[in-house]
C-alpha cells in the first residue's frame, strides 16, 4: 500500500495551498527530499460557483472554476505531490500511522493527515473528530471540526472552511499554508519556508 508523508483530504483552495507549500521545498532542503504528498478531492469546491473580484494576483472577474485549474496545474511542476479524484469514506489511526479508504476502494497510509474537507459535510468513518456547527456563515447548517490552532491532535490537522474560518478564498489559502508551515517545524524543530528570489531563476 502507498504511503504518503502527508495525505491532504480535499482539493479546494486550503487542500491546494498546504499541498503547495509542503511540495516548493522538494529540492531544498535535505529533510524534504523523497517527501512524498497525496491529495485526493471530490472535486466540489464552493470555488466553482465563484466570480473572483477580491482574491490578490487573481484577474478580476476570474471564475473560481479557472483557479482551481490554475492552481491544480500549479501542482504538476513538483514531483513530491499526486492529486487524486476520489473520495475518502474511511480513515483512522494516529501520528505516523494513519489509513485511508476511498469510495472506489483504493486504500493508503500516511504520517499525517489534513483535512481541508469545506464546511458542507464531515461524514468520513473513522476519525473521532468533533464536528460543530460553522459559526462564521450565514447559511444554516454548515460545520466546522473542533481544533485548536489548525490542529486536531498529534499528526491530525484542519484548514480552510473545516476549520471554521470565514469564507474568503484568501483566508483558505492562508490556513493551508500555515498548517504546512507547521508541519515543517514538527520535521526540523525550527521554522521553515521556501522562498525562491529573481536573482536564481
Ligand atoms: C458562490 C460563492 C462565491 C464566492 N465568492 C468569493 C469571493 O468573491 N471571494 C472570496 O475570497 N471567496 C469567495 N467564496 C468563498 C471561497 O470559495 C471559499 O472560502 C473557499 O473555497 C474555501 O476553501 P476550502 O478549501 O476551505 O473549501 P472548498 O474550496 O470548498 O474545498 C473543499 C474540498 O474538499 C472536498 N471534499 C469534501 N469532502 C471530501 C471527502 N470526503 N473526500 C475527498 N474530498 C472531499 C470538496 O469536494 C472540495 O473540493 C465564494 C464562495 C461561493 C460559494
Same mark, same amino acid.
Given at each position: 500500500m502507498?504511503?504518503?508523508?502527508?495525505?491532504?483530504?480535499? +482539493? +479546494?483552495?486550503?487542500?491546494?495551498?498546504?499541498?503547495?507549500?509542503? /511540495? *516548493?521545498?522538494?529540492?531544498?532542503f @535535505?529533510?524534504?527530499?523523497?517527501?512524498?504528498?497525496? &491529495?485526493?478531492?471530490?472535486?466540489? *469546491?464552493?470555488?466553482?460557483?465563484?466570480?473572483?473580484?477580491?482574491? @490578490? #494576483?487573481?484577474?478580476?472577474?476570474?471564475?473560481?472554476e479557472?483557479? &482551481?485549474?490554475?492552481?491544480?496545474?500549479?501542482?504538476?511542476?513538483?514531483?513530491?505531490?499526486?492529486?487524486?479524484?476520489d473520495?475518502?469514506?474511511?480513515?483512522?489511526?494516529?501520528?505516523?500511522?494513519?489509513?485511508?479508504?476511498?469510495?472506489?476502494?483504493?486504500?493508503?497510509?500516511?504520517?499525517?493527515?489534513?483535512?481541508?474537507? +469545506?464546511?458542507?459535510?464531515?461524514?468520513?468513518e #473513522?476519525?473521532?473528530?468533533?464536528?460543530? @456547527?460553522?459559526?462564521?456563515?450565514?447559511? @444554516?447548517?454548515?460545520?466546522? &471540526?473542533?481544533?485548536k490552532?489548525?490542529?486536531?491532535?498529534? #499528526?491530525?490537522?484542519?484548514? #480552510?472552511?473545516?476549520?471554521? *474560518?470565514?469564507?474568503?478564498?484568501? &483566508?483558505?489559502?492562508?490556513? +493551508?499554508a500555515?498548517?504546512?508551515?507547521?508541519?515543517?517545524?514538527?520535521?526540523t524543530?525550527?521554522?521553515?519556508?521556501?522562498?525562491? /528570489?529573481? *536573482?536564481?531563476?
Amino acid at each position: 500500500m502507498a504511503k504518503y508523508d502527508v495525505l491532504i483530504i480535499g +482539493g +479546494g483552495v486550503a487542500g491546494i495551498t498546504c499541498a503547495l507549500t509542503l /511540495s *516548493s521545498v522538494e529540492n531544498k532542503f @535535505p529533510w524534504a527530499k523523497d517527501r512524498k504528498y497525496l &491529495i485526493i478531492d471530490e472535486n466540489n *469546491s464552493d470555488l466553482l460557483q465563484a466570480k473572483l473580484y477580491n482574491v @490578490p #494576483g487573481v484577474r478580476q472577474g476570474a471564475l473560481g472554476e479557472e483557479v &482551481i485549474r490554475d492552481m491544480r496545474k500549479q501542482l504538476d511542476m513538483f514531483k513530491s505531490i499526486e492529486i487524486l479524484d476520489d473520495i475518502v469514506v474511511r480513515a483512522e489511526g494516529s501520528l505516523n500511522n494513519f489509513s485511508v479508504t476511498t469510495k472506489s476502494g483504493k486504500s493508503f497510509l500516511a504520517d499525517r493527515l489534513v483535512l481541508a474537507t +469545506g464546511m458542507h459535510k464531515f461524514d468520513i468513518e #473513522g476519525l473521532n473528530v468533533e464536528v460543530l @456547527p460553522h459559526d462564521k456563515v450565514m447559511k @444554516p447548517k454548515k460545520i466546522k &471540526i473542533k481544533n485548536k490552532d489548525l490542529k486536531v491532535r498529534e #499528526g491530525l490537522y484542519v484548514a #480552510g472552511l473545516a476549520a471554521g *474560518s470565514k469564507t474568503m478564498f484568501a &483566508i483558505a489559502a492562508g490556513d +493551508g499554508a500555515k498548517v504546512a508551515c507547521d508541519i515543517f517545524e514538527e520535521w526540523t524543530g525550527k521554522f521553515a519556508v521556501a522562498h525562491d /528570489s529573481v *536573482s536564481k531563476n
